[in-house]
């Protein structure tokens, strides 16, 4: 089993999914069934013997990826759990399924334990595809790609591929796709905050800092409260690291002491983190009959719970609005 965030995630998920299939768990600290489940999927893990790789994600950690695939494949709810093989998400499942339905699950992809008992099989992934459609062997990224060459003005589809291309570490093919967007006048907030996402990125791989430990930071810090300088290198590794929260907290640290520094890179970098940490929208007609809009198998009825990301944002909404005034 292995924790994977942002940082990780293309080299522990989609890289390692050409050798061994790798089941993502997406949970949180706060969701009772995502504790049902996470040891009995560890357990599966270990008397599969290594067939699989088991990888968990905290839903609250890394939203930017929890959002991209609970959007996706039109999931609200977690625990929420997707199978890559060779690079790209090939089946899933939602809730905390009994161990019958998870060993026929593991089962149908592995070549091994009891037959899958009918009438419980769960749907294949197949992101927002329409009914009476084959399943599309592209990637999710490949899709993006070809639908935004036909239709280069779609906004909504640029965005997607961007962020895709970002999260994944592409981060000159996400420059290069950005670009025409960072031209329009007025310019969208949702690409102002891609492009300052884009920018710690960057910041990171190229500037001698992004290899500081965050000892050095606070050692710097710690001798100049006034050391914006080193206050948002902080707050850039926090971003790539997949930290918004803890980088927000240093960003805001500077927005108090210096609204106009740096001619207010630290506030929209802020907003842009905002931008991004927003739950999307759910889609009309997003399930129907206990399935999700992707196909996906849900356990049982969803409790609906006041979603604690969207508290998250609202939370650090009010704390930049206090900062300001």
Same mark, same amino acid.
């Given at each position: 089993?292995?924790?994977? @965030?942002?940082? @990780?995630?293309?080299?522990?998920?989609?890289?390692?999914?050409?050798?061994?299939?790798?089941?993502?768990?997406?949970?949180?600290?706060?969701?009772?069934?995502?504790?049902?489940?996470? &040891?009995?999927?560890?357990?599966?893990?270990?008397?599969?013997?290594?067939?699989?790789?088991?990888?968990?994600? %905290?839903?609250? +950690?890394?939203?930017?990826?929890?959002?991209?695939?609970?959007?996706?494949?039109?999931?609200?709810?977690?625990?929420?759990?997707?199978?890559? /093989? %060779?690079?790209?998400?090939?089946?899933?499942?939602?809730?905390?399924? &009994?161990?019958?339905?998870?060993?026929?699950?593991?089962? +149908?992809?592995?070549?091994?334990?009891?037959?899958?008992?009918?009438?419980?099989?769960?749907?294949?992934?197949?992101?927002?595809?329409?009914?009476?459609?084959?399943? !599309?062997?592209?990637?999710?990224?490949?899709?993006?790609?070809?639908?935004?060459?036909?239709?280069?003005? @779609?906004? %909504?589809?640029?965005? !997607?591929?961007?962020?895709?291309?970002?999260?994944?570490?592409?981060?000159?093919?996400?420059?290069?796709?950005?670009?025409?967007?960072?031209?329009?006048?007025?310019?969208?907030?949702?690409?102002?905050?891609?492009?300052?996402?884009?920018?710690?990125?960057?910041?990171?791989?190229?500037? &001698?800092?992004?290899?500081?430990?965050?000892?050095?930071?606070?050692?710097?810090?710690?001798?100049?409260?006034?050391?914006?300088?080193?206050?948002?290198?902080?707050?850039?590794?926090?971003?790539?690291?997949?930290?918004?929260?803890?980088?927000?907290?240093?960003?805001?640290?500077?927005?108090?002491?210096? /609204? /106009?520094?740096? %001619?207010?890179?630290?506030?929209?970098?802020?907003?842009?983190?905002?931008?991004?940490?927003?739950?999307? /929208?759910?889609?009309?007609?997003?399930?129907?009959?206990?399935?999700?809009?992707?196909?996906?198998?849900?356990?049982?009825?969803?409790?609906?719970?006041?979603? &604690?990301?969207?508290?998250?944002?609202?939370?650090?909404?009010? +704390?930049?609005?206090?900062?300001? @005034?």
């Amino acid at each position: 089993m292995i924790d994977v @965030n942002l940082v @990780n995630f293309e080299a522990e998920v989609i890289e390692a999914s050409f050798r061994l299939p790798v089941l993502l768990d997406i949970w949180a600290e706060w969701c009772g069934p995502c504790k049902q489940l996470g &040891p009995r999927l560890e357990q599966l893990e270990a008397e599969l013997g290594g067939r699989f790789v088991l990888a968990k994600l %905290d839903a609250d +950690k890394t939203p930017e990826i929890a959002g991209q695939l609970s959007q996706m494949f039109g999931v609200r709810s977690i625990p929420f759990c997707v199978l890559f /093989k %060779d690079g790209q998400p090939v089946d899933g499942f939602v809730g905390a399924l &009994p161990n019958e339905q998870l060993q026929a699950f593991l089962a +149908k992809h592995l070549g091994a334990g009891e037959p899958q008992p009918e009438g419980e099989a769960e749907v294949e992934v197949q992101p927002d595809a329409e009914p009476g459609h084959a399943a !599309d062997a592209r990637s999710p990224q490949e899709q993006l790609a070809d639908a935004l060459a036909q239709n280069p003005g @779609n906004d %909504d589809l640029r965005f !997607d591929y961007v962020k895709l291309l970002i999260g994944s570490g592409q981060l000159a093919e996400a420059a290069a796709a950005l670009a025409p967007a960072m031209g329009q006048i007025p310019l969208q907030l949702r690409f102002e905050a891609l492009q300052q996402w884009l920018n710690a990125l960057e910041f990171v791989s190229n500037d &001698p800092r992004g290899r500081w430990s965050f000892v050095q930071f606070d050692e710097a810090i710690s001798a100049n409260k006034r050391d914006f300088d080193s206050r948002f290198a902080k707050s850039r590794l926090l971003i790539a690291q997949g930290d918004w929260q803890a980088a927000m907290e240093e960003l805001l640290e500077i927005i108090m002491r210096d /609204k /106009k520094w740096a %001619d207010e890179a630290p506030r929209k970098t802020y907003v842009a983190l905002l931008e991004l940490l927003t739950p999307p /929208k759910p889609k009309a007609d997003a399930t129907a009959a206990g399935k999700s809009a992707g196909g996906i198998e849900v356990a049982a009825p969803v409790v609906q719970q006041q979603d &604690p990301q969207a508290e998250l944002v609202a939370r650090y909404r009010r +704390k930049l609005s206090m900062a300001l @005034n």
